[in-house]
């Protein structure tokens, strides 16, 4: 059985009307009950991640992003989690009357996406590395027919296509 109880603050700033910054900082405790049956102790600590977005208006039609995501080590229900340090970044650019736009989205620019951790149990210890993915660039070309208007808030989630395997 796990327990969990946090908080989580949000906060943006603007500079100018070129740049603005978005942070975000989860805290939380962590609580497992552990069982007798499976020889697994009660286990419990304090967690968090936080990460930093920053939209960058560099001229006209050319704009970027960088987001950076930090997960400190977590304890888990076996052991605890490696911390983990992670940036993406884009580049897009407005074309054809602000109906089409391309888009390069570098994921992972560090090539540091990695999990981990260590494990424990009656019945074996393991240290444990791995990968989620290598560093990974796409250049994508979007073009809207018609006379939609483009969302207000997709400018806030480049990066985010397809970053839904996060690291817990």
Not at 40 to 47: A, Q
Not at 59 to 64: F, I, K, N, V
Not at 125 to 140: E, K, P, V
Request: net charge positive.
């Amino acid at each position: 059985m796990n327990e969990s109880a946090g908080f989580e603050f949000i906060s943006k700033s603007k500079f100018g009307k070129a740049v603005d910054l978005t942070g975000n900082l989860n805290v939380f405790y962590n609580r497992f009950k552990g069982s007798e049956a499976f020889g697994l102790p009660e286990r419990d600590g304090i967690n968090w991640n936080a990460n930093l977005s920053s939209n960058i208006k560099i001229m006209g039609d050319l704009s970027a992003q960088v987001r950076a995501n930090y997960y400190a080590p977590s304890v888990l229900a076996q052991g605890r989690s490696i911390g983990n340090f992670v940036t993406d970044a884009a580049l897009r650019w407005s074309i054809l009357n602000n109906k089409g736009s391309l888009l390069l989205n570098v994921r992972d620019v560090f090539n540091q996406r990695r999990f981990g951790g260590y494990t424990e149990t009656e019945q074996f210890i393991r240290n444990f590395r791995d990968r989620r993915s290598l560093r990974m660039a796409m250049l994508t070309f979007s073009y809207r027919f018609g006379g939609q208007d483009k969302p207000q808030n997709d400018k806030d989630n480049w990066t985010d296509q397809d970053d839904n395997n996060q690291e817990p």
